[in-house]
Structures are given as structure tokens and as C-alpha cells.
């Protein structure tokens, strides 16, 4: 009788066992033999979606969260659309394997045994057990398995709710030229992204929670596609009303038929407005437009529209996105144009990008040899020739007095251009007052404001060469130059300042543009003097630093002495221009005409410790409704008063010649504000 026994073991069970150890251990010795033969594996692509996007490398510090791009722009550092094509490319892999493992391409499973080891019985082509089998614990598994036998969960598919706005409407899907402007008010209104720090609305009794809430209580209305076109026609229309007749570099009439907010619109044939083009006048639109939503969001502490600042951001972005900087096209001019204004003008925010779109416009410019006379004159539309002609001037006025705002080289030299002051058509003097319905730019070079404007611009070029470089900042600035720019301010105001400026003789009435564009043209002329006045006491004259000259030496006095004066007074007669201007609300409407006269003066009379920098303080309060740094700006300058008033020394090179208070006597700051005064009476203004 045979009886069964546990302690007998099958040989042939050993030796099969044996045989495929060695079998298995000397694959393995092959395969790693071969992988080392073979070149090293091509890096996969990881950067995030913001550099993706933007085609630049991707930085990522060890420890970091943030790739360096990400935290110099603060944004969110995600890899959404590289999860999303991972999952795309899985989804597709296994959609193309057979159901029938007897076709001739047998698909690979891996069944796992009640161990969770690979069967080797099985093996690697084996057909996969049935859910109804014997074999309960045996688990088909289609993801990659990792090394200790689990299965890899497959990434998750990124929701739509969650992607960030830049992501989901700018960059996956693309944004393109062909995008109509109804589509693409889904990214310009798209609800905002939700901020800890942002200020909170009280909820509305009997009104459900809206993803606009933050934008304040009516903001909840930009769920409705066709409130959102009522809402930019109100927009575009205070752009044209506020705006275009400071910065006329658009069609109105063009701009208003090309805008297809109705979906039957958006069949015709026009060719849709550009993008960053619409997505930067609704910027505009939003800084001085009263409309009930953005009046329910200005009421916050900061008392500034949250919407509006949104709204300037999400344009430079989309800027960005479709390559405005890069590429030279007439239409890249102008949105540069207007957007750059729209920045921040602290120096040192890292969000402000102070210069970067000026700069681009007017290298578009010369690439596309706007500079040249020939050009112009192979441009048959007299309106858009005239466009190209007020952008160009435009960029060229501003690049100057840019570079002695903020102390940098300006892009261009006097000899880049040789084109005239002429628009669509040249204009006939005297043509103003027969033809009252003249364009903006047709009514500035009637008033002659063109040759004005560069006649100071050249000036304020020339100061930037010779005062913004290493040599004048480690030496002192040459007396010759010194004497030479006081001769030529001079000079321009004998000629212009009496055409262009606020006259002290005042007859006839002004309209908008005339009243504006001569208080620019009057500020922008003193603000020279309070910027050569500020190099001098920087960096000192060279003669006495160099000890090659006696220090009071009589000439050199007196140049110092009529800097001084006329930086003075130019300050003063800013301010008694900023007083006007506030007493009647014009600056919660100023395009930021006044902004950079406003700082200029008001920080010089507050290092002095002038009283009437109280008028530019309350000019840039005025100013912070629609411009956020200005707050700020007026916060410092009441500090640097305060400070002055105390006794801190303010003043270097130039700390003797400045008195330690000083006084209006003398300086024609009471002439200055009766002669306004009597104009604003004269001229009707009111709130």
C-alpha cells in the first residue's frame, strides 16, 4: 500500500525551479549588458506650462517648487498640459490594443498569482483569467507595474475648473487672430482666481455665491454672455471718450464695426480685431469708466477696482502670448503703445515693466521702416498713414522724455528718422478754426504741438547721453555740458512755451484736447529743469570734484544758483497746475498726462520742505483711483515732507545752495494759481 507523504519532494519540481533562476538571472545579465551599449535615453520634456507656452527654458532649483520664470512672474507652476498629453497618449495606447489575445499582435498582460509576484507558470502572453474563474485573487493589470508588484494609478485628468486662466484660455487651447471678440470675452471676463489675501464682499441676502463675487456684488452679472457685451461697449466707448483724445492711434468708427460682439456678427466676413488689441482698450475702459459694477467694486478699502487691475494684467499676458513684442506688425505698434502706459510706474516693482513695451514698439518702428520718408509716402490710405505717422511721433516723444524720467539711454539718436510733421494730409495753418471737427492728431499739429514737443524731446535726448553714464555718475557732469542745457531750456521756452503752455494771457475758449495737450507741453518743459536739477545735486560738477577750480567759483555759482531757481519754480508752477487739475476731478480722468509732473514736483518741493507739495499729494490721491502705485507714491512723498520738516538732510552736492525752508515769495506760484484760477472761471470747467 503506497501512502502519500509530505516530506517527499519532486526532484523534477527542483530542477525546473533551478533552471529558471539561472534562466532569469542570465536574461537579466543580458539585458543590462545590452541597455549599457546603447546611447543614453533622451530627456523628456518637464517644463512647466508657463515656459512651455513662452518656448523659454525651464529652471527648476532643487527644493523649489517654482521654476525660476514662475517665481519671477508669480505664477503658478503646473505641468497640466503635459499630464493632459501623458494621459491623451495612455488613453490611446490602450484603446489600440486587440480584445482577443488570438490575434496575431497578442497584447501583454501581467497576472499576478495570490502572492502578487509575476507568474512564471502563466507567462507573458498568457490569456487573462475570467472574473467568474477559480482564481479570485489573480488581478489583470493594464497600467505599468512597479517594483514591489502594485499596480501605478494612472495620472489624473487635470478639470477644466482648475487650470489656470493662462493655461486654459490664452495657451491650451490656443488664443489666435482668428478668435472672434465674443470668444474671446470668456478669457478677458473669465471669473478671477481665488486670493486669500484679496478683500471680501458681504454676501447678498438671497442671492446665491458667485465665482465674480470677488469683483464686487454686481460683478455676479458677467455669468451672462450678453451682459458681457453691453458691459465692453460701455468700456470701449469711455476709451474713446477719455482716452483716444490723449493716445488718438485708433480708428473709432473702425474699431466700433470690427468688434462682432453678436453672434450673427461674427459670420461676416471682417477680419476680427486683434486680441490683445481688445483685451487692452477694455483695460483702459475699466480705469475711468462709472459703470455700476466697477463702482460696487471700488468699494473697498483701497477704494481701486480689483476688476480693472485684472484686466491689465490678463492684456499684457495675452500680449505676450501672441508674440506682440516679437513680431513687427502695425497692429503690435499700437498695442505697445497703449499698453505701455497701463504699467506700473514704481521703480522698483518687479510687475511694472516700465520701458518693455515702448521699447518694442519702437523697434517694431524701424523694422518696419516707418523712420523713412519713402514709406510713408508708399502708404495710399491717408488714414492709415496718419496712424503710422502719430505712432511714430508718439513713440519717439516718449522714448526721450522716458529715458530722463528713469535715467536710461533712449533707443533713438536724432539722425534715426528724417520723416515731416505732416498726418493724413498736411495742414493748413490757421485750419483749426474752420474745420471744428478736425481729429485729434489734425488738431495738435495745428496747434504745433509736433514741432514743440520734439524740439524738448531732442533735448531731453541730449541730457540722457551726457548725464545717464558711469562717467558723469563717478565724476560730476562737465560745466560746458551743464551751461549748455540751461541754454538750450531756455531757449525752447522763449520759442514754444508762450505756443504750447497754459498762456498767462488767456483768450477765446479751449476745448478738451487744446486745455490738456497745453498743460502737458507746460509740465513736461519745468519737469527738465527739476531733472537737471537732481543730476546736479547727484553727481555734482566735475570742475569741483576733480578740485580743478576754486570751490566757489563764480561761474559755476551761478549756474547752480539758476538751475536751482528754475527747478523751483518749474516745481511750483506744477503744482499750481495739479491743484486746478484736482479741484475739479480732472485727474480721476487724466491718462496719466500729469502722473510723472506730479512725482517730479511734488518730491522736490517735499525734500525742501515747501508747503505746496500738499496740491501734488493730493493730485496723485487723486490719481490713485485709477492708477494703484500712485497712492502709494503720494504716501512717500508726505513721508520725505514729514522727514524735511524735521531737519534730515535731503540734498547732497547741492545741500548749500538749497535753503532750509522755503517760501512762495518770489517765485510766481500766486501769479501761477490766479492766472489758472481765472481760467477755470473763464473756461467753465466744472465737476
Not at 385 to 393: G, K, T
Not at 639 to 652: H, I, K, M, N, T
Request: aromatic share 8%; charged share 20%; with cysteine.
Amino acid at each position: 500500500m503506497q501512502h502519500d507523504s509530505p516530506n517527499i519532494i519532486d526532484d523534477s519540481s527542483v530542477v525546473s525551479q533551478t533552471a529558471y533562476t539561472h534562466t532569469s538571472q542570465s536574461l537579466q545579465t543580458q539585458i543590462a549588458e545590452y541597455n549599457k551599449s546603447q546611447p543614453p535615453p533622451r530627456k523628456q520634456n518637464t517644463a512647466c506650462d508657463a515656459c512651455r507656452s513662452r518656448k523659454v527654458k525651464c529652471n527648476r532649483l532643487p527644493g523649489q517648487e517654482k521654476c525660476q520664470h514662475c517665481l519671477s512672474k508669480n505664477y503658478p507652476c503646473t505641468h497640466l498640459i503635459q499630464q493632459a498629453t501623458s494621459e491623451k497618449k495612455r488613453n490611446a495606447s490602450i484603446g489600440r490594443r486587440p480584445r482577443n489575445s488570438s490575434s496575431a499582435a497578442a497584447t501583454k498582460y501581467a497576472v499576478l498569482d495570490p502572492s502578487g509576484k509575476p507568474s512564471a507558470v502563466l507567462g507573458r502572453f498568457a490569456e487573462p483569467p475570467s472574473p467568474s474563474g477559480s482564481s479570485p485573487a489573480a488581478l489583470l493589470i493594464s497600467s505599468p507595474i512597479l517594483d514591489n508588484g502594485t499596480a501605478m494609478a494612472p495620472p489624473p485628468v487635470p478639470n477644466s475648473q482648475n487650470i489656470p486662466l493662462e493655461v486654459k484660455y490664452g495657451f491650451y487651447p490656443h488664443i489666435t487672430l482668428a478668435t472672434t471678440t465674443r470668444e474671446l470675452l470668456s478669457y478677458i471676463f473669465a471669473p478671477p482666481e481665488p486670493n486669500e489675501d484679496q478683500y471680501s464682499f458681504s454676501p447678498v441676502p438671497g442671492r446665491r455665491p458667485s465665482p465674480y463675487d470677488i469683483w464686487g456684488n454686481q460683478a455676479f452679472r458677467l455669468e451672462d454672455d450678453n451682459f458681457k457685451a453691453e458691459f465692453t461697449l460701455d468700456l470701449v466707448e469711455v476709451f474713446f471718450q477719455i482716452v483716444h483724445t490723449r493716445l488718438p492711434l485708433l480708428n473709432p468708427a473702425q474699431f466700433r464695426n470690427r468688434l462682432q460682439l453678436h453672434p450673427s456678427a461674427s459670420s461676416n466676413n471682417k477680419e476680427p480685431l486683434h486680441p490683445a488689441l481688445v483685451a487692452t482698450v477694455l483695460a483702459w475702459g475699466t480705469k475711468f469708466s462709472e459703470h455700476p459694477l466697477l463702482v460696487a467694486d471700488r468699494q473697498r478699502p483701497s477704494h481701486q477696482s480689483l476688476l480693472a487691475k485684472t484686466l491689465i494684467d490678463r492684456a499684457r499676458d495675452l500680449a505676450e502670448a501672441l508674440k506682440v513684442h516679437r513680431i513687427p506688425k502695425t497692429d503690435h505698434v499700437i498695442i505697445g503703445l497703449l499698453i505701455e502706459p497701463l504699467q506700473s510706474q514704481i521703480v522698483d516693482d518687479p510687475t511694472g515693466f516700465r520701458g518693455f513695451w515702448l521699447t518694442a514698439a519702437t523697434r517694431h518702428l524701424l523694422d518696419l521702416q516707418i523712420n523713412h520718408k519713402s514709406t510713408l509716402a508708399s502708404i495710399a490710405d491717408p488714414e492709415s498713414r496718419a496712424m503710422m505717422v502719430f505712432a511714430w511721433w508718439m513713440a519717439c516723444f516718449c522714448d526721450a522724455y522716458a529715458s530722463a524720467y528713469y535715467r536710461r539711454k533712449p533707443v533713438l539718436d536724432d539722425g534715426d528718422y528724417d520723416i515731416d510733421f505732416y498726418t493724413g494730409d498736411p495742414i493748413i495753418a490757421g485750419s483749426l478754426n474752420t474745420h471744428p471737427l478736425q481729429s485729434p492728431r489734425e488738431q495738435l499739429e495745428a496747434l504745433g504741438y509736433y514741432s514743440a514737443a520734439h524740439s524738448l524731446a531732442r533735448t531731453a535726448r541730449n541730457m540722457s547721453r551726457q548725464l545717464w553714464k558711469p562717467v558723469t555718475d563717478a565724476q560730476g557732469i562737465p560745466l560746458e555740458t551743464l551751461y549748455g542745457f540751461t541754454l538750450e531750456l531756455g531757449a525752447w521756452r522763449e520759442k514754444y512755451l508762450s505756443t504750447v503752455g497754459v498762456p498767462s494771457n488767456f483768450k477765446g475758449e479751449w476745448d478738451f484736447v487744446s486745455a490738456v495737450s497745453s498743460c502737458a507741453s507746460d509740465a513736461t518743459y519745468h519737469v527738465m529743469w527739476i531733472i537737471l536739477f537732481n543730476a546736479l545735486d547727484d553727481f555734482g560738477v566735475r570742475e569741483i570734484n576733480n578740485r580743478t577750480v576754486e570751490p566757489n567759483n563764480p561761474r559755476i555759482e551761478e549756474v547752480k544758483r539758476k538751475v536751482l531757481e528754475e527747478a523751483l519754480h518749474g516745481a511750483l508752477r506744477i503744482s499750481g497746475l495739479a491743484q486746478v487739475l484736482t479741484t475739479n476731478g480732472y485727474l480721476r480722468l487724466d491718462p496719466a498726462v500729469m502722473h510723472v509732473s506730479c512725482i517730479q514736483a511734488g518730491t522736490l518741493l517735499a525734500r525742501m520742505g515747501n508747503e505746496n507739495v500738499r496740491a501734488c499729494i493730493n493730485g496723485l490721491e487723486q490719481y490713485s483711483y485709477s492708477y494703484e502705485e500712485a497712492g502709494e507714491q503720494a504716501a512717500e512723498m508726505q513721508r520725505v515732507y514729514e522727514a524735511a520738516l524735521a531737519g534730515d538732510p535731503q540734498f547732497s552736492h547741492m545741500g548749500a545752495a538749497v535753503p532750509t525752508r522755503t517760501t512762495p515769495e518770489g517765485t510766481g506760484v500766486d501769479q501761477d494759481m490766479e492766472i489758472l484760477d481765472g481760467r477755470h472761471q473763464h473756461m467753465g470747467w466744472s465737476r
